[in-house]
Protein backbone atom coordinates (compact mmCIF):
# COMPACT_ATOMS: atom_id res chain seq x y z
CA UNK A 1 0.00 0.00 0.00
CA UNK A 2 3.17 2.69 1.12
CA UNK A 3 4.53 1.47 -2.70
CA UNK A 4 1.00 2.16 -4.43
CA UNK A 5 0.48 5.49 -2.65
CA UNK A 6 4.50 6.77 -3.55
CA UNK A 7 4.06 5.79 -7.12
CA UNK A 8 1.49 8.39 -7.51
CA UNK A 9 3.94 11.28 -6.29
CA UNK A 10 5.91 11.00 -9.89
CA UNK A 11 2.90 11.84 -11.63
CA UNK A 12 2.81 14.79 -9.56
CA UNK A 13 6.49 15.83 -9.87
CA UNK A 14 7.61 14.87 -12.96
CA UNK A 15 5.59 17.58 -14.89
CA UNK A 16 7.99 20.19 -12.44
CA UNK A 17 10.60 18.52 -12.82
CA UNK A 18 10.16 18.19 -16.82
CA UNK A 19 9.78 21.92 -16.91
CA UNK A 20 13.15 22.51 -15.32
CA UNK A 21 14.70 20.18 -17.44
CA UNK A 22 13.87 22.28 -19.97
CA UNK A 23 14.88 25.24 -19.03
CA UNK A 24 17.97 23.99 -18.11
CA UNK A 25 18.67 22.18 -21.57
CA UNK A 26 17.23 25.66 -22.86
CA UNK A 27 20.42 27.66 -21.94
CA UNK A 28 22.78 25.05 -23.07
CA UNK A 29 24.48 24.42 -26.18
CA UNK A 30 23.79 20.87 -26.82
CA UNK A 31 20.62 20.53 -29.26
CA UNK A 32 19.54 17.26 -28.31
CA UNK A 33 19.54 17.80 -24.49
CA UNK A 34 17.26 20.55 -25.21
CA UNK A 35 14.72 18.18 -27.68
CA UNK A 36 14.61 15.79 -25.01
CA UNK A 37 13.98 18.06 -22.03
CA UNK A 38 11.50 19.88 -24.26
CA UNK A 39 10.05 16.78 -25.50
CA UNK A 40 9.18 15.20 -21.85
CA UNK A 41 7.90 18.72 -21.40
CA UNK A 42 5.41 18.93 -23.82
CA UNK A 43 4.14 15.35 -22.92
CA UNK A 44 4.71 14.63 -19.05
CA UNK A 45 2.10 12.69 -18.02
CA UNK A 46 2.31 10.10 -20.76
CA UNK A 47 6.12 9.85 -20.33
CA UNK A 48 5.15 9.21 -16.37
CA UNK A 49 2.92 6.24 -17.37
CA UNK A 50 6.27 3.99 -17.62
CA UNK A 51 7.48 5.26 -14.53
CA UNK A 52 4.14 4.15 -12.92
CA UNK A 53 3.69 0.91 -14.69
CA UNK A 54 7.63 -0.53 -12.94
CA UNK A 55 6.69 1.25 -9.31
CA UNK A 56 3.52 -1.08 -9.69
CA UNK A 57 5.50 -3.72 -11.08
CA UNK A 58 7.65 -3.45 -7.82
CA UNK A 59 5.12 -3.23 -5.16
CA UNK A 60 3.63 -6.15 -6.90
CA UNK A 61 7.01 -8.26 -6.56
CA UNK A 62 7.01 -7.19 -2.88
CA UNK A 63 4.01 -8.08 -2.01
CA UNK A 64 4.25 -11.47 -3.44
CA UNK A 65 7.83 -12.20 -1.65
CA UNK A 66 6.68 -10.82 1.49
CA UNK A 67 3.42 -13.10 0.86
CA UNK A 68 5.68 -16.45 0.27
CA UNK A 69 7.83 -15.42 3.04
CA UNK A 70 5.12 -15.40 5.57
CA UNK A 71 3.95 -18.58 4.01
CA UNK A 72 7.03 -20.31 4.10
CA UNK A 73 8.32 -19.06 8.09
CA UNK A 74 4.54 -20.19 8.93
CA UNK A 75 5.13 -23.31 7.65
CA UNK A 76 8.23 -23.83 8.86
CA UNK A 77 6.79 -22.43 12.55
CA UNK A 78 4.28 -25.13 12.57
CA UNK A 79 6.82 -27.91 11.70
CA UNK A 80 9.16 -26.76 14.46
CA UNK A 81 6.41 -26.77 16.99
CA UNK A 82 5.03 -30.40 15.70
CA UNK A 83 8.78 -31.93 15.74
CA UNK A 84 10.77 -30.39 18.15
CA UNK A 85 13.40 -30.66 16.58
CA UNK A 86 15.59 -31.15 13.19
CA UNK A 87 14.53 -34.30 12.95
CA UNK A 88 12.06 -36.55 14.75
CA UNK A 89 12.13 -40.45 14.31
CA UNK A 90 9.74 -42.61 16.21
CA UNK A 91 10.17 -46.12 17.02
CA UNK A 92 7.54 -49.13 16.70
CA UNK A 93 9.80 -50.53 19.85
CA UNK A 94 12.04 -49.20 22.10
CA UNK A 95 15.65 -50.03 20.72
CA UNK A 96 17.60 -52.87 22.97
CA UNK A 97 20.55 -51.35 24.79
CA UNK A 98 22.61 -52.95 22.16
CA UNK A 99 21.31 -50.79 19.62
CA UNK A 100 20.58 -47.66 21.82
CA UNK A 101 23.78 -45.64 20.13
CA UNK A 102 22.14 -46.30 16.31
CA UNK A 103 20.48 -43.11 16.07
CA UNK A 104 22.96 -40.73 17.59
CA UNK A 105 25.44 -42.18 15.87
CA UNK A 106 24.33 -42.20 12.86
CA UNK A 107 25.73 -40.47 9.75
CA UNK A 108 25.36 -36.44 9.55
CA UNK A 109 23.46 -36.80 13.30
CA UNK A 110 25.19 -33.92 15.38
CA UNK A 111 22.82 -34.13 18.31
CA UNK A 112 20.46 -36.85 19.57
CA UNK A 113 18.58 -37.11 22.69
CA UNK A 114 15.52 -39.33 23.79
CA UNK A 115 11.69 -37.93 24.39
CA UNK A 116 9.02 -39.72 25.29
CA UNK A 117 5.41 -38.31 24.50
CA UNK A 118 2.55 -39.16 26.82
CA UNK A 119 -1.00 -38.65 26.19
CA UNK A 120 -3.29 -38.22 29.28
CA UNK A 121 -5.86 -35.93 27.44
CA UNK A 122 -2.85 -33.83 26.11
CA UNK A 123 0.55 -34.35 25.08
CA UNK A 124 3.14 -34.43 28.19
CA UNK A 125 6.92 -34.31 26.91
CA UNK A 126 9.63 -35.79 28.77
CA UNK A 127 13.54 -35.11 27.66
CA UNK A 128 16.65 -34.62 29.05
CA UNK A 129 16.67 -30.38 30.11
CA UNK A 130 20.76 -30.50 29.95
CA UNK A 131 20.46 -31.22 26.38
CA UNK A 132 17.65 -29.57 24.78
CA UNK A 133 19.30 -26.17 24.41
CA UNK A 134 21.27 -28.12 21.60
CA UNK A 135 18.58 -30.37 19.89
CA UNK A 136 15.29 -28.60 20.58
CA UNK A 137 14.21 -25.86 17.93
CA UNK A 138 13.13 -22.59 19.72
CA UNK A 139 12.28 -19.55 17.80
CA UNK A 140 13.95 -16.57 19.94
CA UNK A 141 11.18 -14.49 19.51
CA UNK A 142 9.18 -17.01 21.62
CA UNK A 143 10.91 -16.71 25.16
CA UNK A 144 12.58 -13.59 26.81
CA UNK A 145 15.76 -15.74 27.77
CA UNK A 146 17.60 -17.43 25.08
CA UNK A 147 17.53 -21.72 24.78
CA UNK A 148 20.07 -22.33 27.26
CA UNK A 149 19.05 -20.53 29.84
CA UNK A 150 15.99 -20.90 29.41
CA UNK A 151 16.55 -24.72 29.91
CA UNK A 152 18.80 -24.26 32.55
CA UNK A 153 16.06 -23.07 34.59
CA UNK A 154 14.40 -26.22 34.44
CA UNK A 155 17.57 -28.61 35.18
CA UNK A 156 17.17 -30.34 38.23
CA UNK A 157 20.30 -29.34 40.07
CA UNK A 158 21.25 -32.93 40.49
CA UNK A 159 21.22 -33.08 36.91
CA UNK A 160 23.40 -30.30 36.63
CA UNK A 161 27.04 -29.62 35.20
CA UNK A 162 29.40 -31.68 37.84
CA UNK A 163 26.62 -33.63 40.01
CA UNK A 164 27.47 -37.38 40.61
CA UNK A 165 25.50 -39.74 38.27
CA UNK A 166 23.22 -41.99 39.60
CA UNK A 167 24.50 -45.83 40.24
CA UNK A 168 28.28 -46.76 39.55
CA UNK A 169 29.88 -45.65 36.34
CA UNK A 170 31.15 -48.17 33.98
CA UNK A 171 34.73 -47.65 32.86
CA UNK A 172 35.50 -47.25 29.77
CA UNK A 173 33.06 -48.78 26.66
CA UNK A 174 32.42 -52.60 28.08
CA UNK A 175 30.48 -55.18 26.01
CA UNK A 176 29.73 -57.15 29.30
CA UNK A 177 29.77 -56.81 32.99
CA UNK A 178 30.16 -59.47 35.95
CA UNK A 179 29.16 -58.91 39.10
CA UNK A 180 29.75 -61.84 42.17
CA UNK A 181 26.72 -63.05 43.60
CA UNK A 182 25.49 -65.80 46.15
CA UNK A 183 22.52 -66.17 48.24
CA UNK A 184 22.48 -68.53 51.38
CA UNK A 185 18.92 -69.98 52.29
CA UNK A 186 17.23 -72.87 54.51
CA UNK A 187 16.93 -75.83 52.47
CA UNK A 188 18.04 -74.14 49.46
CA UNK A 189 14.72 -72.42 48.94
CA UNK A 190 13.73 -70.42 47.38
CA UNK A 191 15.48 -72.12 43.99
CA UNK A 192 17.00 -70.51 41.49
CA UNK A 193 16.60 -66.63 40.90
CA UNK A 194 16.48 -65.07 37.87
CA UNK A 195 18.78 -62.35 37.45
CA UNK A 196 18.55 -59.02 35.75
CA UNK A 197 20.72 -55.86 35.94
CA UNK A 198 19.79 -51.76 35.92
CA UNK A 199 21.85 -50.64 33.15
CA UNK A 200 21.39 -46.73 32.14
CA UNK A 201 23.15 -45.60 29.03
CA UNK A 202 24.53 -42.58 27.94
CA UNK A 203 20.80 -40.66 27.22
CA UNK A 204 19.61 -41.88 30.49
CA UNK A 205 17.08 -44.53 29.69
CA UNK A 206 16.97 -47.59 31.64
CA UNK A 207 17.49 -50.82 30.45
CA UNK A 208 16.72 -54.32 32.20
CA UNK A 209 19.57 -56.56 31.08
CA UNK A 210 19.08 -60.40 31.47
CA UNK A 211 22.30 -61.67 33.76
CA UNK A 212 21.38 -65.64 33.61
CA UNK A 213 20.38 -67.10 36.85
CA UNK A 214 21.61 -67.42 40.60
CA UNK A 215 21.07 -70.85 42.72
CA UNK A 216 20.55 -70.13 46.03
CA UNK A 217 23.09 -72.95 46.95
CA UNK A 218 25.34 -70.51 49.08
CA UNK A 219 27.80 -70.69 46.90
CA UNK A 220 29.50 -67.55 44.69
CA UNK A 221 28.39 -67.12 41.37
CA UNK A 222 29.14 -64.83 38.50
CA UNK A 223 26.23 -62.94 37.16
CA UNK A 224 27.24 -61.40 33.35
CA UNK A 225 25.06 -59.50 31.50
CA UNK A 226 25.64 -58.62 27.43
CA UNK A 227 25.84 -55.05 26.76
CA UNK A 228 26.46 -55.33 23.17
CA UNK A 229 25.08 -57.49 20.81
CA UNK A 230 28.26 -57.73 18.20
CA UNK A 231 31.13 -56.76 20.62
CA UNK A 232 32.29 -54.46 18.12
CA UNK A 233 32.79 -50.95 20.17
CA UNK A 234 33.15 -49.29 16.61
CA UNK A 235 29.53 -50.21 14.92
CA UNK A 236 26.99 -47.99 14.78
CA UNK A 237 24.36 -50.46 16.63
CA UNK A 238 26.74 -49.77 20.06
CA UNK A 239 25.17 -48.90 23.24
CA UNK A 240 25.03 -45.04 23.78
CA UNK A 241 28.27 -44.64 26.53
CA UNK A 242 28.65 -44.20 28.88
CA UNK A 243 27.16 -46.86 30.81
CA UNK A 244 26.04 -46.81 34.50
CA UNK A 245 24.90 -50.01 36.69
CA UNK A 246 21.88 -48.89 38.44
CA UNK A 247 20.96 -52.15 39.98
CA UNK A 248 20.79 -55.86 40.63
CA UNK A 249 16.90 -57.90 40.58
CA UNK A 250 16.71 -60.94 41.27
CA UNK A 251 13.21 -62.43 40.78
CA UNK A 252 11.43 -66.22 42.11
CA UNK A 253 8.07 -67.75 42.39
CA UNK A 254 6.84 -67.33 45.43
CA UNK A 255 5.74 -70.97 47.22
CA UNK A 256 2.25 -71.87 47.94
CA UNK A 257 0.71 -70.81 51.36
CA UNK A 258 -0.77 -73.37 53.09
CA UNK A 259 1.53 -75.73 50.72
CA UNK A 260 -1.60 -78.83 51.48
CA UNK A 261 -4.81 -79.66 53.15
CA UNK A 262 -4.52 -80.94 56.03
CA UNK A 263 -7.32 -83.73 57.80
CA UNK A 264 -8.40 -81.00 60.94
CA UNK A 265 -8.38 -77.40 61.56
CA UNK A 266 -5.92 -77.77 64.46
CA UNK A 267 -3.91 -79.70 61.95
CA UNK A 268 -4.20 -77.08 59.47
CA UNK A 269 -3.41 -74.29 62.19
CA UNK A 270 -0.24 -75.78 62.79
CA UNK A 271 0.81 -75.97 59.59
CA UNK A 272 -0.09 -72.54 58.59
CA UNK A 273 2.30 -71.33 61.78
CA UNK A 274 4.54 -73.53 60.70
CA UNK A 275 5.19 -72.30 57.48
CA UNK A 276 4.56 -68.33 58.31
CA UNK A 277 8.02 -69.04 60.60
CA UNK A 278 9.48 -70.63 57.56
CA UNK A 279 8.28 -68.06 55.36
CA UNK A 280 10.01 -65.53 58.12
CA UNK A 281 13.60 -66.64 57.66
CA UNK A 282 15.65 -64.72 56.16
CA UNK A 283 17.52 -65.11 52.87
CA UNK A 284 20.54 -63.63 52.80
CA UNK A 285 22.10 -62.21 49.24
CA UNK A 286 25.75 -61.12 49.09
CA UNK A 287 27.00 -58.88 46.44
CA UNK A 288 30.76 -59.08 45.50
CA UNK A 289 32.84 -57.09 43.02
CA UNK A 290 32.25 -55.76 39.99
CA UNK A 291 34.02 -56.29 36.50
CA UNK A 292 33.84 -55.32 33.07
CA UNK A 293 35.23 -56.45 29.40
CA UNK A 294 35.60 -55.16 26.40
CA UNK A 295 34.95 -57.73 24.38
CA UNK A 296 31.68 -59.93 24.08
CA UNK A 297 33.25 -63.80 25.26
CA UNK A 298 36.54 -64.11 26.76
CA UNK A 299 37.51 -63.77 30.77
CA UNK A 300 36.99 -60.51 32.98
CA UNK A 301 40.00 -58.74 33.81
CA UNK A 302 40.39 -57.85 37.60
CA UNK A 303 37.12 -56.06 39.24
CA UNK A 304 37.30 -52.52 38.73
CA UNK A 305 34.40 -51.65 42.14
CA UNK A 306 34.89 -52.98 45.00
CA UNK A 307 31.82 -54.37 46.95
CA UNK A 308 32.00 -50.65 49.37
CA UNK A 309 30.73 -48.66 46.52
CA UNK A 310 27.38 -50.33 46.53
CA UNK A 311 26.59 -47.86 49.90
CA UNK A 312 24.57 -45.82 47.46
CA UNK A 313 22.31 -48.38 46.71
CA UNK A 314 19.71 -49.65 48.59
CA UNK A 315 16.96 -52.46 48.84
CA UNK A 316 13.53 -52.62 48.63
CA UNK A 317 11.19 -56.16 48.16
CA UNK A 318 7.96 -56.44 46.21
CA UNK A 319 5.93 -59.39 45.35
CA UNK A 320 2.50 -58.25 43.07
CA UNK A 321 0.20 -61.25 44.25
CA UNK A 322 -0.26 -58.98 47.51
CA UNK A 323 -1.40 -56.39 45.43
CA UNK A 324 -5.45 -57.22 46.58
CA UNK A 325 -5.17 -58.79 50.22
CA UNK A 326 -8.93 -60.04 49.54
CA UNK A 327 -7.62 -62.67 47.22
CA UNK A 328 -4.12 -63.26 48.21
CA UNK A 329 -3.44 -64.62 51.85
CA UNK A 330 0.20 -65.68 53.35
CA UNK A 331 3.12 -63.58 54.26
CA UNK A 332 5.20 -61.05 52.36
CA UNK A 333 8.63 -60.90 51.63
CA UNK A 334 10.49 -58.30 53.97
CA UNK A 335 13.99 -56.87 53.75
CA UNK A 336 15.46 -57.73 57.44
CA UNK A 337 18.58 -55.82 57.06
CA UNK A 338 21.03 -54.00 54.30
CA UNK A 339 24.50 -53.38 55.07
CA UNK A 340 27.57 -52.82 53.08
CA UNK A 341 31.11 -54.15 54.65
CA UNK A 342 34.73 -53.88 52.71
CA UNK A 343 33.76 -57.48 52.04
CA UNK A 344 30.25 -57.01 50.18
CA UNK A 345 27.19 -55.94 50.28
CA UNK A 346 24.53 -58.34 52.16
CA UNK A 347 20.52 -58.24 52.05
CA UNK A 348 18.61 -60.19 54.45
CA UNK A 349 15.21 -60.58 53.81
CA UNK A 350 12.05 -62.76 54.15
CA UNK A 351 10.95 -65.40 51.42
CA UNK A 352 7.60 -64.64 52.09
CA UNK A 353 4.61 -67.67 50.57
CA UNK A 354 1.33 -66.59 48.56
CA UNK A 355 -2.04 -68.64 47.64
CA UNK A 356 -0.99 -67.42 44.00
CA UNK A 357 1.22 -69.69 42.23
CA UNK A 358 1.97 -67.26 39.53
CA UNK A 359 2.91 -64.77 42.07
CA UNK A 360 6.64 -63.27 41.34
CA UNK A 361 8.69 -62.36 44.49
CA UNK A 362 11.49 -60.37 45.69
CA UNK A 363 13.12 -57.84 43.73
CA UNK A 364 16.47 -55.80 44.81
CA UNK A 365 17.36 -52.97 43.08
CA UNK A 366 20.02 -49.80 43.82
Not at 5 to 27: N, Q, T, V
Not at 94 to 116: D, K, N, Y
Request: hydrophobic share 45%; proline share 8%; glycine share 10%.
Amino acid sequence: MALAGISLLPLRILPAAARLLDGLSARGRRLAGALAGWQISRRAVREGSPVLLVVLAVATGTLVLAQHQSWRQSQLDQAAFATGADVTVGLITPLPLSRSGAIAQGRGVRTAMPAAVVNSGFDVVALDATKAARTMLLRPDLARLPPAALWRRITPARAGPGAPGPGLALPGRPARVEVGARVRSPAGQPGALSASLSVQDGSGIVYSVPAGTLPADGREHQLVAGLSGTGDRRAAAAPGYPLRLLGLSLTYQLPRFPPAPYPSAAVQRAAERAERRAAATPVTLDIGAVAVSGHASGSFPAAFAAARRLRRWHAAVSAAAFADPRVTQGTQPAIASWRVTPAGGTLASGRGRGTSSSARGSRCSR
